[in-house]
Protein backbone atom coordinates (compact mmCIF):
# COMPACT_ATOMS: atom_id res chain seq x y z
CA UNK A 1 0.00 0.00 0.00
CA UNK A 2 1.80 2.98 -1.45
CA UNK A 3 1.02 6.09 1.33
CA UNK A 4 -0.76 9.64 0.80
CA UNK A 5 1.94 12.06 1.09
CA UNK A 6 -0.14 15.68 0.62
CA UNK A 7 -3.17 17.25 -0.45
CA UNK A 8 -3.54 19.68 -3.20
CA UNK A 9 -2.28 23.48 -2.92
CA UNK A 10 -2.14 26.90 -4.47
CA UNK A 11 0.04 27.17 -7.50
CA UNK A 12 2.26 29.76 -7.46
CA UNK A 13 1.16 32.96 -9.61
CA UNK A 14 4.06 32.37 -12.57
CA UNK A 15 2.81 28.89 -12.80
CA UNK A 16 -1.19 29.60 -12.16
CA UNK A 17 -0.19 31.86 -15.09
CA UNK A 18 1.83 29.29 -17.36
CA UNK A 19 -1.45 26.47 -16.65
CA UNK A 20 -3.87 29.75 -17.89
CA UNK A 21 -1.75 30.32 -21.10
CA UNK A 22 -1.87 26.69 -21.71
CA UNK A 23 -5.79 26.92 -21.21
CA UNK A 24 -6.12 29.40 -23.64
CA UNK A 25 -4.83 27.62 -26.24
CA UNK A 26 -6.16 24.23 -25.68
CA UNK A 27 -10.07 25.52 -24.88
CA UNK A 28 -10.07 28.77 -26.33
CA UNK A 29 -9.54 32.43 -24.45
CA UNK A 30 -13.36 33.03 -23.82
CA UNK A 31 -13.56 29.54 -21.94
CA UNK A 32 -11.35 29.85 -19.73
CA UNK A 33 -11.45 33.58 -19.14
CA UNK A 34 -14.71 33.07 -17.68
CA UNK A 35 -13.48 30.40 -15.30
CA UNK A 36 -10.86 32.79 -14.40
CA UNK A 37 -13.25 35.28 -13.54
CA UNK A 38 -15.58 32.50 -11.90
CA UNK A 39 -12.60 31.95 -9.78
CA UNK A 40 -11.97 35.50 -8.78
CA UNK A 41 -15.07 36.01 -8.02
CA UNK A 42 -14.77 33.63 -5.02
CA UNK A 43 -12.97 35.61 -1.44
CA UNK A 44 -9.58 33.81 -0.72
CA UNK A 45 -11.26 31.88 2.08
CA UNK A 46 -13.82 30.21 -0.46
CA UNK A 47 -10.79 29.47 -2.67
CA UNK A 48 -9.54 28.19 0.39
CA UNK A 49 -12.19 26.04 1.10
CA UNK A 50 -12.80 24.82 -3.16
CA UNK A 51 -8.79 23.57 -2.88
CA UNK A 52 -8.95 21.91 0.21
CA UNK A 53 -12.52 20.26 -1.10
CA UNK A 54 -10.66 19.01 -3.64
CA UNK A 55 -7.71 17.90 -2.05
CA UNK A 56 -10.14 15.51 0.03
CA UNK A 57 -11.97 14.02 -2.91
CA UNK A 58 -8.30 13.00 -4.62
CA UNK A 59 -7.15 11.52 -0.89
CA UNK A 60 -11.23 9.60 -0.61
CA UNK A 61 -9.63 8.41 -4.15
CA UNK A 62 -6.46 7.58 -2.64
CA UNK A 63 -7.82 5.40 0.05
CA UNK A 64 -10.73 4.16 -1.88
CA UNK A 65 -7.44 3.11 -4.26
CA UNK A 66 -6.14 1.33 -1.21
CA UNK A 67 -9.00 -0.39 -0.41
CA UNK A 68 -9.03 -2.36 -3.11
CA UNK A 69 -12.43 -0.18 -4.98
CA UNK A 70 -13.25 -1.17 -8.67
CA UNK A 71 -14.35 1.12 -10.67
CA UNK A 72 -18.02 1.39 -10.74
CA UNK A 73 -17.86 0.10 -7.03
CA UNK A 74 -20.93 2.39 -5.34
CA UNK A 75 -18.15 4.16 -3.11
CA UNK A 76 -16.23 5.17 -5.76
CA UNK A 77 -19.11 6.44 -7.65
CA UNK A 78 -20.17 8.59 -4.65
CA UNK A 79 -16.76 10.04 -4.64
CA UNK A 80 -16.82 11.11 -8.41
CA UNK A 81 -20.08 12.15 -8.20
CA UNK A 82 -18.35 15.02 -5.92
CA UNK A 83 -15.62 15.29 -8.09
CA UNK A 84 -18.22 16.17 -10.74
CA UNK A 85 -19.78 19.03 -8.99
CA UNK A 86 -16.58 20.01 -7.67
CA UNK A 87 -15.41 20.82 -10.87
CA UNK A 88 -18.57 23.15 -11.05
CA UNK A 89 -16.64 25.67 -9.32
CA UNK A 90 -14.97 26.35 -12.55
CA UNK A 91 -17.02 25.46 -15.04
CA UNK A 92 -19.89 23.08 -16.20
CA UNK A 93 -17.96 19.59 -16.67
CA UNK A 94 -19.24 17.87 -20.14
CA UNK A 95 -19.28 14.02 -19.93
CA UNK A 96 -16.17 14.54 -23.15
CA UNK A 97 -14.67 16.49 -20.36
CA UNK A 98 -14.50 14.64 -17.34
CA UNK A 99 -13.54 11.99 -20.07
CA UNK A 100 -10.24 13.57 -21.02
CA UNK A 101 -9.37 15.08 -17.59
CA UNK A 102 -9.15 11.43 -16.82
CA UNK A 103 -6.88 10.43 -19.21
CA UNK A 104 -4.94 13.93 -18.73
CA UNK A 105 -4.42 13.03 -15.17
CA UNK A 106 -2.75 10.03 -16.06
CA UNK A 107 -0.89 11.61 -19.33
CA UNK A 108 0.23 14.71 -18.27
CA UNK A 109 3.73 15.19 -16.26
CA UNK A 110 2.34 18.10 -14.08
CA UNK A 111 -0.96 16.33 -13.05
CA UNK A 112 0.69 12.86 -12.75
CA UNK A 113 3.57 14.30 -10.55
CA UNK A 114 0.58 15.93 -8.38
CA UNK A 115 -1.46 13.29 -8.10
CA UNK A 116 1.71 10.70 -7.52
CA UNK A 117 2.71 13.55 -4.59
CA UNK A 118 -1.00 12.29 -3.04
CA UNK A 119 -0.57 8.58 -4.01
CA UNK A 120 1.92 6.69 -6.47
CA UNK A 121 -0.56 4.70 -8.27
CA UNK A 122 -3.52 7.36 -8.29
CA UNK A 123 -3.10 8.67 -11.90
CA UNK A 124 -3.66 5.63 -13.75
CA UNK A 125 -6.42 4.89 -11.04
CA UNK A 126 -7.94 8.15 -11.67
CA UNK A 127 -8.25 7.43 -15.41
CA UNK A 128 -9.46 4.00 -14.44
CA UNK A 129 -12.60 4.80 -12.63
CA UNK A 130 -12.99 8.05 -14.34
CA UNK A 131 -13.35 6.22 -18.03
CA UNK A 132 -16.11 3.81 -16.26
CA UNK A 133 -17.79 6.59 -14.25
CA UNK A 134 -18.38 8.70 -17.61
CA UNK A 135 -19.15 5.70 -19.42
CA UNK A 136 -22.17 4.51 -16.95
CA UNK A 137 -23.35 8.62 -17.26
CA UNK A 138 -23.50 8.05 -20.93
CA UNK A 139 -25.43 4.89 -20.56
CA UNK A 140 -28.06 6.69 -18.06
CA UNK A 141 -28.14 9.68 -20.51
CA UNK A 142 -28.87 7.26 -23.54
CA UNK A 143 -31.35 5.43 -21.85
CA UNK A 144 -33.28 8.92 -20.80
CA UNK A 145 -33.19 10.21 -24.33
CA UNK A 146 -34.43 6.94 -25.43
CA UNK A 147 -37.63 6.80 -23.12
CA UNK A 148 -38.06 10.20 -23.92
CA UNK A 149 -38.20 9.01 -27.58
CA UNK A 150 -40.22 6.20 -26.79
CA UNK A 151 -42.83 8.42 -25.02
CA UNK A 152 -43.09 11.28 -27.60
CA UNK A 153 -43.79 8.43 -30.12
CA UNK A 154 -46.55 6.58 -27.98
CA UNK A 155 -47.91 9.98 -27.35
CA UNK A 156 -47.99 10.88 -31.57
CA UNK A 157 -49.63 6.95 -32.00
CA UNK A 158 -52.30 8.11 -29.00
CA UNK A 159 -53.19 11.29 -30.77
CA UNK A 160 -53.13 9.20 -33.78
CA UNK A 161 -56.10 6.97 -32.76
Same mark, same amino acid.
Given at each position: ??????G?? $???? =??????? $? =?????????????????????SKA??????????????????????????????? #??I?? /???????????P??? /?? $??????? *???? =??????????Q?????? =?R?????????? #????E???????E???? $? *????L
Amino acid at each position: MAKKKRGLK $RHSE =EQQKQYE $R =EARLQYGPSEVNATIERWNDYSKAQQDAIIAEGGQIYADLAEALDAGKQPGDAAV #TAILD /RWQAHLRYFYEPSLD /RL $RGLGQLY *NSSP =EFMANFQGIHQDLPAYL =ERVIEVYVDELE #TVELERMLAEDEEMAQR $R *NNLSL
